[in-house]
């Protein structure tokens, strides 16, 4: 349950839209947010911390570092699926495109006719 909180924080933080806004004003003049931000393996980390630290963890510094590996293990999984769908969706959407294109062809040339 701990690591779904701490991936899901990260996630949040990271890609959230309700946050849009406050990560905009935060990275504005902070070139320290604007890495932050990018960083899956830098935000897992601190929000590792923080879900120890609501927890009341003795030994929150652990959740620091298992924080930061488990999200950044999440995020590289996210990336690589999503790159998987687009190289799989890419050559279906030209498909479809293309079989459009032919029945368009094939329907004003029997209007033609």
Request: glycine share 6%; net charge positive; charged share 10%.
């Amino acid at each position: 349950m701990t690591t779904f909180a701490i991936i899901g924080l990260m996630f949040i933080l990271k890609y959230g839209s309700i946050l849009h806004s406050i990560r905009q004003f935060l990275c504005k003049d902070s070139r320290y947010f604007t890495e932050m931000f990018k960083c899956s393996l830098c935000l897992g980390a601190w929000s590792g911390l923080a879900v120890g630290l609501i927890q009341n963890h003795d030994f929150s510094l652990l959740y620091f570092l298992y924080g930061a590996s488990v999200s950044f293990f999440a995020d590289n999984i996210l990336e690589l699926i999503q790159s998987a769908t687009m190289k799989i969706s890419t050559p279906l959407k030209m498909m479809m495109v293309i079989q459009s294109v032919f029945i368009k062809m094939s329907s004003s040339s029997l209007v033609m006719q």
